[in-house]
């Protein structure tokens, strides 16, 4: 999950409620993403022009150990 403004409909105390509730990832950070972890991937794939093509996972390491 991703704390952005879209969240904003989610009364304050839901909303930690929820965030709180989320499995710890491995990134060593906090449980939710925020924009600019997003943005960042997106800037490196803009920038990267030997890029073709790829998939590109993006969630703290939520996905680590299940597969």
Known sequence: MIDTPWWS???DDAK????AGLRRQDAGRPKSGTAEDIADVIAFLIGNRFMTGATVICDGGVRLGHG
């Open 9 to 11: 409909f989610v009364p």
């Open 16 to 19: 930690a409620a929820l965030f």
